[in-house]
Structure formats: structure tokens, C-alpha cells
């Protein structure tokens, strides 16, 4: 099983400029999640979706777009790029439901806006 | 909104000895997860170990073993026997049983230095 992944892998933007990073999942998972980690920092939640057409703002949405429209692939948008979305960002998905839902993360991108 | 605090920034142990990773949080909540994830330098997020807010159990993985004490909302990580290995960022994390989409909310890690 390939679990989560993500495409690319590193990438270097411009300011100004936009890109889609990609995310796809083979588990079958309803979950899925966007995160974006700053040096030397925790994991924060940029958008999430509980399913297909169904998506949510979490803790730092500005300047981010997603959309949902398979089970399997939840891409990111990032529009004008700024110095400030310097990070590494995680994919994540997990089963619905209250028990055992461990979120299973693809290996991030790491973004340079320049 | 949750919060999860990790006050040491960094921590250091010798290779077979013992470390201790602190984790509070603040939640107006009853019914919630507790993780610990470890982060190796690939940058994979790994999960070590969870503890259910409603077993007063704590949690035990191998060498890895969590102090859950709900009323302080503590939740420390204990590593015995430590290995070179064991050398990455952890972050502990919660969630909400109750919340919709099973989101979590991190702390800002420790790291783990092993020394052999």
C-alpha cells in the first residue's frame, strides 16, 4: 500500500506565483487534512474534509484553497505565493468514526516562497 | 479552542537511560485522544503511543509508556532504555472525541538527542 502521498516534494516559488500541491490516499479514508509545520514548530491545520464536496477552514486557511472532489485526492491551492507560507506542509487522512481513527501522514513538501 | 503546550524545547539522554517528555493541554472537554508522535529527521510523522481520556489506564507501547493524569491535563512521555533511534522531534497531540473531522491539535514538539 502506498498510504499517502504527496507531490512535489520540494519546491521553490516565487512570490507572486501560485501551485497546487497534490495529496492522494488508497485506504479508502473519508478524512482528510492539510497541515503546515514552521520551523521549529507543531503541526497546524490549514483545511480539512470529512468527504467528497466537503471541506472546512482549520487554524490558518488565509491564502490557501482546497478541494474535495474524489475520496482519494485532496489537492491545495496556494494562491500569490508570500514569504510567509515558507514551510513544510503534511497530508493527512484517517477513517471517520470515534475509535482507532490513527491519522496516517504522506512525507510532506517542503515549499520555499522566494 | 484546545491547546497543547510543550514546555521543553529540547532534551538529552544517554543511550539505555531514561527521558521524560511533558505535555499539558487545556480542554473544557471530557471525552477526548491523547498522541505522542515522534518526527525522525525523513520528517515522517510516526505514532508512538495513544491514550483514550476515559481509561484511567495509562498507556504502554514497548519501551515507550505515557503518566496520563487527567484532572492536571498532563500527559508526559516516558522513553526507557533509550536508543540511538529514538533520536527525533516529538509532538504530543490532541483530539476531540466529540468534534467533527477527528482534527489534531499539536504542540510544539521537544527534541530528543540520544547520546552514545
Known amino acids: 500500500n502506498a498510504g499517502v502521498t504527496q507531490t512535489p516534494k520540494f519546491r521553490i516559488l516565487k512570490i507572486g506565483q501560485s501551485m497546487t500541491l497534490q495529496c492522494a490516499q488508497d485506504m479508502n479514508h473519508n478524512y482528510m487534512y492539510w497541515y503546515r509545520q514552521d520551523p521549529g514548530m507543531g503541526l497546524k491545520l490549514i483545511y480539512y474534509?470529512?468527504?467528497?464536496?466537503?471541506?472546512d477552514k482549520g487554524e490558518v486557511p488565509n491564502g490557501y484553497n482546497v478541494s474535495r472532489s474524489t475520496t482519494e485526492d485532496f489537492p491545495l491551492r496556494l494562491e500569490l505565493a508570500a514569504p510567509s507560507q515558507t514551510s513544510v506542509y503534511f497530508c493527512?487522512?484517517?477513517?471517520?468514526?470515534?475509535?482507532?481513527?490513527?491519522?496516517?501522514f504522506g512525507q510532506g513538501t517542503r515549499l520555499t516562497v522566494v | 479552542a484546545q491547546t497543547v503546550t510543550q514546555s521543553q524545547p529540547e532534551m538529552s539522554v544517554q543511550e539505555a537511560e531514561t527521558v521524560t517528555l511533558s505535555c499539558t493541554y487545556d480542554?473544557?472537554?471530557?471525552?477526548?485522544?491523547l498522541f505522542w508522535y515522534k518526527q525522525p529527521p525523513s520528517r515522517q510523522m510516526i505514532l508512538v503511543i495513544r491514550q483514550e481520556a476515559y481509561k484511567q489506564q495509562n498507556a504502554t507501547e514497548n519501551r515507550f509508556s505515557v503518566n496520563f493524569q487527567k484532572a492536571a491535563k498532563s500527559f508526559s512521555l516516558k522513553i526507557s532504555d533509550s536508543q540511538l533511534g529514538d533520536a527525533a522531534m516529538y509532538f504530543c497531540?490532541?483530539?476531540?472525541?466529540?468534534?467533527?473531522?477527528?482534527?489534531?491539535?499539536f504542540g510544539g514538539g521537544t527534541r530528543v538527542l540520544v547520546k552514545p
Open positions: 493527512a487522512s484517517s477513517y471517520s468514526g470515534r475509535k482507532n481513527t490513527e491519522a496516517f
Open positions: 474534509s470529512v468527504g467528497a464536496g466537503i471541506t
Open positions: 497531540a490532541y483530539r476531540s472525541a466529540r468534534a467533527a473531522g477527528n482534527k489534531l491539535t
Open positions: 480542554t473544557s472537554e471530557s471525552d477526548y485522544y
